[in-house]
């Protein structure tokens, strides 16, 4: 864990999050403390792609655990490994800020080469058993990375997963960058230095400790995938249902599905044309809803003033807009991480 002074600082980071008011420590109580207790002391600071997910604390819990359960804690897959996982992914969904997060850290485990790389789409040099992690993770690769146990393959893609949900709701609620948006650009490279010491990963946390943050649940049948690792299978779970409970319109979740079938991740362009058509057929009501939910499912990064501005006009609630784009980013990447291999095809 990062040094008091330091944590402090850190904590202002939460600032940097758009259109909701974080908890702040001070004021965090019950399941909100809980979670920010495992996080400074098993992810080394107050990180606020989890942070901004506070006002909602069961959307919160789950957040956590996916990211614990299958990054932070100690599993059978190595933490570079899953670092490289993270930033593949991040890279494949333009998330700019988590790509610089996961390649300071792979930096910090001493291979800041591949972190360098990993960031170039045009890069070659890859060795070839890091080169076939990456684009199977990111959906480039149909194949699973060769000489890697199912338990192993399920914690990997349970990072996958885990970042394609995180992914979303960062382009939404952040910037692109970790940094402070008060950081001068000459101090950029010393400022992400620092940064890059905390997030090192020291020790092996113990597997598991976040799965009593949330009730049993059982495993919904597009999380099939991690059924050869029990504990990736039980955070899963219960973070599934924890967001599956939140208040979203039976026609929006309907709308959002039907949408993703089928989809395997490209980009939807960069105008927001396709939307309208899609919320003819809505009650008027449920349309700020469904285009909140629809861009951050599909185009996360399209999600801005103006569609946040729209939404609250009937829906003033912080709390209801995390859950809302928390609902439609998991429904999104268990959909993503449903399709991934997970055998190599018969010859």
């Known amino acids: 864990m990062a040094p008091i002074p330091v944590r402090l600082a850190l904590r202002r980071s939460l600032r940097e999050v758009k259109y909701v008011h974080t908890v702040p420590v001070r004021k965090a109580t019950g399941l909100v403390k809980a979670v920010y207790r495992q996080l400074e002391r ?5 990180a606020p792609p989890i942070g901004l997910h506070s006002v909602a604390p069961e959307v919160l819990a789950a957040a956590w655990t996916m990211l614990r359960e299958s990054l932070v804690a100690a599993g059978v897959a190595s933490r570079a490994d899953k670092e ?17 997060v996961h390649s300071m850290t792979l930096g910090s485990l001493g291979h800041g080469a591949v972190a360098a790389a990993l960031g170039d789409p045009e890069a070659t040099d890859l060795d070839e058993g890091t080169a076939a992690l990456a684009g199977w993770a990111a959906g480039e690769i149909a194949a699973p990375p060769a000489g890697r146990s199912p338990e192993e393959i399920a914690e990997l893609v349970g990072v996958a997963v885990t970042f394609h949900y995180l992914n979303r709701m960062v382009n939404v609620f952040l910037g692109p960058s970790p940094l402070p948006t008060k950081v001068p650009e000459g101090a950029r490279a010393t400022v992400l230095g620092l940064l890059g010491r905390f997030l090192r990963p020291t020790g092996n946390p113990i597997p598991g400790l976040a799965l009593n943050l949330l009730p049993e649940a059982a495993a919904a049948p597009d999380l099939a995938w991690a059924n050869e690792n029990p504990r990736v299978q039980t955070a899963f779970a219960r973070a599934a249902r ?10 929006v979740r309907e709308l959002v599905r039907a949408e993703l079938v089928g989809w395997d991740g490209s980009p939807m362009g960069i105008s927001r044309s396709w939307v309208a058509p899609l919320l ?4 008027i009501a449920d349309r700020p809803v469904a285009k909140l939910a629809l861009l951050t499912a599909l ?7 103006a569609v946040i501005a729209e939404f609250r006009e009937r829906h003033a609630s912080d709390q209801i807009l995390v859950e809302v ?10 959909a993503l991480g449903a399709r991934l291999p997970l055998v190599l095809a018969a010859l």
């Open 299 to 305: 185009a996360s990064s399209q999600v801005d003033e």
């Open 280 to 283: 003819v057929g809505l009650p």
């Open 325 to 334: 784009v928390s609902w439609a980013s998991l429904t999104a990447a268990r």
């Open 42 to 46: 098993d992810f080394g600071l107050l």
């Open 84 to 100: 490289i996982v993270a930033t593949s992914v991040s890279r494949a969904n333009t998330c700019p800020y988590c790509v610089e």
């Open 242 to 251: 924890a967001v599956e409970q939140v208040p979203v319109p039976a026609a």
